[in-house]
């Protein structure tokens, strides 16, 4: 079964410091990537998405992906983080077949002002 | 413009209790999801629904019964509910279904089931 692993689960980090959140997936074949966040009080929405061409994805408030084929990785960064950056942050990976996403297990972050 | 609207937001039930939660959508999208999130676990697909009239069994659908009344509506059912039931469920819609579109959220019930 595919699955989705984000290594940190709790990031705590200093206005604008450089931020790279971990995303790696077990799925071989094609593959659509996403990152969602859930800011305090907010629902989930979606940050970025890769489906194919550019490896390097940009997404809404500073932030970009870059999804390496060949270590199954899809990891979201931003140069400077500021403290409206605080949430949970989701990868989730599908695989074309069905409509079925597969979720990481969040990575709650907290920048301190 | 409201999106996705979940109720109730909190709910505390008995073991053996049934309720419904309930979802609507007013973007004209035509599926709908039911996800369930348990703590240090990534969301988990319960039902699907691609389109009115249909539905489908996602990861996760033991326990629960799922109800697309139409096009803006997607209700969810435990029928009798258990300790194992207790998470924080979150309705979701798309304007098609497959997994390489967007998904809006709503913002969640959190249930507990003693």
């Known amino acids: 079964a595919q699955s989705v692993s984000q290594h940190n689960h709790h990031v705590i980090l200093s206005e604008a410091a450089s931020l790279e959140l971990g995303c790696n997936y077990s799925y071989g074949g094609t593959v659509n990537l996403f990152w969602y966040v859930q800011y305090p009080g907010q629902h989930l929405q979606l940050l970025l998405k890769y489906f194919s061409g550019d490896p390097l994805v940009k997404g809404i408030k500073g932030f970009e992906a870059e999804f390496i084929k060949s270590k199954f990785s899809f990891n979201l960064r931003k140069p400077s983080v500021q403290w409206s950056d605080t949430a949970e942050y989701f990868c989730a990976v599908n695989d074309g077949s069905n409509y079925q996403l597969i979720w990481g297990a969040g990575t709650k972050l907290i920048i301190k002002p | 413009n409201a999106g996705v609207t979940q109720t109730p937001k909190f709910q505390v039930l008995k073991t053996g209790q049934s309720m419904t939660l309930q979802c609507a959508q007013d973007?004209?999208?035509?599926?709908m999801y039911w996800y369930r999130q348990d703590p240090g676990m990534g969301l988990r697909l319960i039902y699907y629904?691609?389109?009115?009239?249909?539905?489908d069994k996602g990861e996760v659908p033991n326990g629960y019964n799922v109800s697309r009344l139409n096009k803006r509506e997607f209700s969810l059912r435990l029928e009798s509910a258990a300790p194992s039931q207790t998470s924080v469920y979150f309705c979701a819609s798309s304007v098609a279904g497959g997994g390489g579109v967007e998904q809006y959220f709503g913002p969640g019930t959190r249930l507990t089931v003693t």
């Open positions: 629904s691609a389109s009115e009239g249909t539905t």
């Open positions: 973007m004209n999208h035509n599926s």
